[in-house]
C-alpha cells in the first residue's frame, strides 16, 4: 500500500524557512517522479514543484523560484522541500504527491494527507 | 503558462442524476506524437488529499466507479457522473500535465440537490 506521510510544517514569521519532509513508502521510491502541491485554507490547488527519479530534473512554479528546493533521498525515500523567505501567502496545506510514472509530465496518483505551513508574525 | 477553466463552478444534482463537469485549457493539450490528451481529473472531499480518477482525459484510474467517465480531445474535456451518489459531494479539479508549470483548474464543487 503506497503511503505517503508529511511533517515540518508549523506556524513561522514572514521571512523564515521550514524543511518539509515526505516519508513515502509501498512502492520503489527512486523509479517515481514526485511533487509538491499546495493548497490555501479554502482555495484550489497549486503545483509547486516536481522531481524527477534521480533528481536530474527539478521545475518550480514561478511564485516559488528562488525560494523554494525540492531534493529527495533514495536511500532514505523522502522527499523534501526546503522552503525559505516565507511570506504570507505561502500559508498552505503542502501535499507530497507521488507521480504515476517516472516523468514530470505525468498525474499524481497518490498524496498524502499534507503539512500545514502557516506564516504570520 | 496553459490556463485552466472550469465551469460551472457548483452545481447540485439530485441522487441518481447525472453531473457534467467541464474543463477548458488555453491551449491545446493534446500530444500528436503519443496521441494522448495529458488532462487528469482528481475528487477532493472535505479534509482530504485530493484523489486522482482520470487520466489521459478518459483512462479510470484502478477503482473508480464506472458512474465517472471522461471525454474531450485538445483544449475541452468533460468529466460526467453518470448517476451521482451521495458519496460523490466533493470538489473536482482538472489538471492538465503537457507542460510546466502543471496547472489546475479551479474546482467544481458538487452537491446533492
Known amino acids: 500500500e503506497v503511503q505517503l506521510l508529511e511533517s515540518g510544517g508549523g506556524l513561522v514569521q514572514p521571512g523564515g524557512s521550514l524543511r518539509l519532509s515526505c516519508a513515502a513508502s509501498?512502492?520503489?521510491?527512486?523509479?517515481?517522479?514526485m511533487s509538491w502541491v499546495r493548497q490555501a485554507p479554502g482555495k484550489g490547488l497549486e503545483w509547486v514543484s516536481v522531481?524527477?527519479?534521480?533528481?536530474?530534473?527539478?521545475n518550480y512554479a514561478d511564485s516559488v523560484k528562488g525560494r523554494f528546493t525540492i531534493s529527495r533521498d533514495n536511500s532514505k525515500n523522502t522527499l523534501y522541500l526546503q522552503v525559505n523567505s516565507l511570506r504570507a501567502e505561502d500559508t498552505a496545506v503542502y501535499h507530497c504527491?507521488?507521480?504515476?510514472?517516472?516523468?514530470?509530465?505525468?498525474?499524481?496518483?497518490?498524496w498524502g494527507q499534507g503539512t500545514l505551513v502557516t506564516v504570520s508574525s | 503558462d496553459i490556463v485552466m477553466t472550469q465551469s460551472p463552478d457548483s452545481l447540485a444534482v439530485s441522487l441518481g442524476e447525472r453531473a457534467t463537469i467541464n474543463c477548458r485549457s488555453s491551449?491545446?493539450?493534446?500530444?500528436?506524437?503519443?496521441?494522448?490528451?495529458?488532462l487528469a481529473w482528481y475528487q477532493q472531499k472535505p479534509g482530504q488529499p485530493p484523489k486522482l480518477l482520470i487520466s489521459?482525459?478518459?483512462t479510470r484510474e484502478s477503482g473508480v466507479p464506472d458512474r465517472f467517465s471522461g471525454s474531450g480531445s485538445g483544449t475541452d474535456f468533460t468529466l460526467t457522473i453518470s448517476s451521482l451518489q451521495a458519496e460523490d459531494v466533493a470538489v473536482y479539479y482538472c489538471?492538465?500535465?503537457?507542460?510546466?508549470?502543471?496547472?489546475f483548474g479551479p474546482g467544481t464543487k458538487v452537491d446533492i440537490k
Open positions: 504527491a507521488k507521480n504515476s510514472d517516472g516523468s514530470r509530465y505525468s498525474p499524481s496518483d497518490y
Open positions: 509501498g512502492f520503489t521510491f527512486s523509479n517515481y517522479a
Open positions: 522531481i524527477t527519479g534521480g533528481s536530474d530534473n527539478t
Open positions: 489538471q492538465q500535465f503537457y507542460n510546466l508549470p502543471l496547472t
Open positions: 489521459w482525459a478518459s
Open positions: 491551449q491545446s493539450v493534446f500530444y500528436s506524437s503519443k496521441n494522448k490528451n495529458y
